[in-house]
């Protein structure tokens, strides 16, 4: 099992490789969707406990997204 830092190396892996695809951020909306996809399908498969759990993330998510506008940080 990966640690939490190999996990963040991973994703700020993928996070260059998208902006390396595209620099414009605009473009990035369509990445984020996808990997939400691929977030939702496996919470899905995995155990019917998680399905609750991701519908749940979902409004933190938002919650977070706004923060960030209102704050400027994460």
Known sequence: MR?????RDILT???GAIADFSG???T???WIIVF???LE?????TDP?????YQDLLPAL??????RIKNGIW
């Open 3 to 7: 640690n939490e830092d190999d996990l």
């Open 13 to 15: 892996e993928a996070a």
């Open 24 to 26: 414009n951020p605009r």
């Open 28 to 30: 990035w909306l369509s």
């Open 36 to 38: 939400m996809e691929q």
């Open 41 to 45: 399908k496996f919470a899905m498969s």
């Open 49 to 53: 406990v998680y399905q609750e759990l």
């Open 62 to 67: 938002q919650d977070a997204v706004r923060s």
